[in-house]
């Protein structure tokens, strides 16, 4: 008869976790903005390029071949400084929870508030080199470092737990 599997830890993420998990889970809406916005700026200068300004004293093409080289590069600065302060001010506001993970699922107990998740509930689960993320909805997660597992053997634990009991 199998022996159930059960783990305990405690987890505090820092906002270099926060920042790992939000880039992570983002990227790609921030890469398919940057193509967005690439495409209607090429579309632009493209428009410009072969246009002849009506007054060659005041010749706007290179402002906007400028502009769509430096307008990217913005949005990718804006979205990490989004990114940094949304970061900061999660690890502000964490506190130390345990969690334990079964064959039944994930519990979590704070200070605040205590959850048990079954597997089945999720939708997605996603191991990461640093993380496991466990997604309620496709855009709400959270995610645990692996740091917090004291070995190799308890990652392997929580992994036989997912792959035994959570169905796709």
């Known amino acids: 008869m199998d022996l159930e599997q059960r783990i305990s830890i405690q987890v505090l993420n820092e906002e270099a976790d926060f920042y790992r998990l939000l880039w992570r889970t983002?990227?790609?809406?921030?890469?398919?903005?940057?193509?967005?916005?690439?495409?209607?700026?090429?579309?632009?200068?493209?428009?410009?390029?072969?246009?002849?300004?009506?007054?060659?004293e005041y010749d706007l093409r290179l402002a906007l071949?400028?502009?769509?080289?430096?307008?990217?590069?913005?949005?990718?600065?804006?979205?990490?400084v989004a990114l940094k302060t949304h970061a900061k001010k999660a690890a502000v506001e964490a506190e130390i929870v345990t969690m334990t993970f079964d064959d039944e699922g994930v519990e979590i107990n704070g200070p605040r508030a205590s959850s048990k998740t079954r597997w089945a509930a999720y939708k997605r689960i996603v191991e990461t080199q640093d993380?496991?993320?466990?997604?309620?909805?496709?855009?709400?997660?959270?995610?645990?470092?692996?740091?917090?597992?004291?070995?190799?053997?308890q990652i392997e634990i929580v992994r036989s737990l997912i792959?035994?009991?959570f169905r796709k």
Request: proline share 5%; with cysteine; glycine share 4%.
């Open 131 to 153: 993380d496991f993320i466990f997604y309620i909805q496709s855009n709400i997660f959270y995610g645990v470092p692996k740091r917090f597992f004291d070995d190799s053997g």
């Open 65 to 80: 071949y400028i502009t769509s080289m430096f307008v990217p590069l913005f949005v990718v600065f804006v979205v990490y």
């Open 26 to 56: 983002r990227r790609r809406a921030l890469i398919v903005t940057i193509l967005l916005i690439c495409l209607v700026l090429g579309s632009f200068s493209f428009y410009a390029s072969l246009s002849t300004p009506a007054d060659p």
């Open 163 to 165: 792959s035994k009991n």
